[in-house]
């Protein structure tokens, strides 16, 4: 939950901004290239997408719910591909005059104005240990078929 100081504004704004900043938020972010399904909230994030599954306008789960799939549902079984964040993203403003330049009507080969910058999130930091785990049971995996393979296929005679 979010506070912020309210004390200059009228008792009727006041609420009412109130309510939106005090809403709790549960936020998930799908970091793999694939749709992920959430069996026990019956509902699929897209990819690289972040969500708040607490959000009145599309979702109608409680605070339990939610807390009891991050401890053993289906987020817990998915942490791979699913990290709940402890805040909302970042908005980001986008300044239109930037966009658009009205004088030109051909795109030119001059160096770009916009900047990119990476943003690191520690939320979203996937440790090494489990990509090099999964990679030696992948490894193990298609050593086993190699050797039924081999064992399967019939060996050439030799002749003398």
């Known amino acids: 939950m979010e506070w912020r100081h ?18 709790e938020s549960f936020w998930v972010v799908n970091i793999s290239p694939k ?10 994030i897209k990819p ?10 599309h979702y109608k789960y409680t605070l339990e719910q939610l807390n009891k799939s991050k401890e053993s549902g289906s987020i817990y079984k998915k942490g791979l591909f699913i990290k709940v964040r402890e805040c909302a993203p970042p908005p ?23 900047v990119i910058e990476e943003k690191e999130y520690e939320e979203l930091y996937v440790g090494d240990s489990e990509e090099q785990e999964r990679k030696k049971i992948d490894e193990q995996i ?3 078929h190699a050797d039924l393979e081999d064992e399967d296929q019939p060996q050439p005679s030799k002749k003398v």
């Open 6 to 23: 309210l004390d200059n504004l009228e008792l009727k704004s006041r609420n009412k901004i109130a309510y939106f900043i005090m809403r």
């Open 35 to 44: 749709q992920i399904l959430l069996e026990d909230l019956a509902t699929s």
């Open 48 to 57: 690289f997408t972040t969500v708040n599954l607490l959000d009145p306008r």
């Open 92 to 114: 980001t403003p986008i300044d239109m005059s930037k966009l658009i330049d009205k004088a030109s009507s051909m795109p030119s080969r001059e160096k770009s104005i916009f």
């Open 142 to 144: 298609a050593k086993e």
